[in-house]
């Protein structure tokens, strides 16, 4: 499968995707690596593994709707099988996700459909939750709440704060993200009328 995936920053996810290609864990190839932001540290990480990237500045638009049809446009000359979301920064429009519905995945550090949106490792310590996570998910127009496909849990320990919790949170999601991307490379993973489904059972 051709893979394209979209960041914003550190890229710590990429690496676990990028790692787990070069281990044959993922029947796929990482075609390009986009950003939107030009110092994003994992433009460098896809560079050390001789991925294609681009830099497409969502300061250079004028609307939202102008950046995403650039966005797709770059993204279709790759005509990937699969995009992948891994800290890319942006609210979609509806006309992107559309266009890349059952095929575009994300990671999101909550267990959803708790703590949508930003700051979800403070939001967890401060409902006093017992334990915390992230969930991989497909992309649908609601933000952060399309279909599960994978969690994972972490416990929360009375001396967390959200930079120790982000970091366990973290260290989970490279194991999750490689392994749902694999499951999609196999074809044993689609999404169908808002399911996610795997080796044909809904999730
Ligand atoms: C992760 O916390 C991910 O859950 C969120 O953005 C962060 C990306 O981290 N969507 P990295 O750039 O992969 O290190």
Redesign the pocket.
Same mark, same amino acid.
């Given at each position: 499968s051709k893979i394209v995936v979209l960041?914003?920053?550190?890229?710590? /996810?990429?690496?676990?995707i990028i790692d787990a290609v070069k281990a044959g864990q993922i029947n796929g190839e990482i075609c390009a690596v986009i950003s939107n932001r030009p110092d994003a540290y994992?433009l460098t990480r896809a560079e050390n593994a001789g991925i294609d990237t681009l830099v497409l500045d969502h300061k250079a638009f004028d609307s939202r709707e102008d950046y995403d049809a650039a966005l797709m446009e770059k993204i279709d000359a790759f005509n990937p099988d699969l995009v992948v979301?891994?800290?890319?920064?942006r609210i979609l429009t509806p006309g992107l996700v559309q266009n890349y519905l059952g095929r575009m995945l /994300?990671?999101?550090?909550s267990l959803l459909p708790k703590y949508q949106g930003l700051n979800t490792h403070q939001r967890a310590l401060d409902a006093k939750d017992k334990e915390h996570g992230?969930s991989v998910h497909f992309v649908t127009e609601e933000l952060d709440g399309g279909p599960v496909v994978l969690q994972a849990k972490v416990t929360i320990e009375s001396d967390d704060t959200a930079q120790t919790l982000?970091q366990r949170?973290?260290q989970q999601?490279h194991i999750i993200y490689p392994l749902v991307v694999q499951w999609f490379c196999e074809k044993r993973l689609t999404m169908e009328t808002d399911n996610a489904v795997l080796d044909g059972q809904v999730l």
């Open positions: 960041i914003s920053g550190s890229g710590s /996810n990429l690496q676990a994992g979301l891994a800290g890319f920064m /994300n990671i999101h550090p992230v982000a949170v973290h999601e």
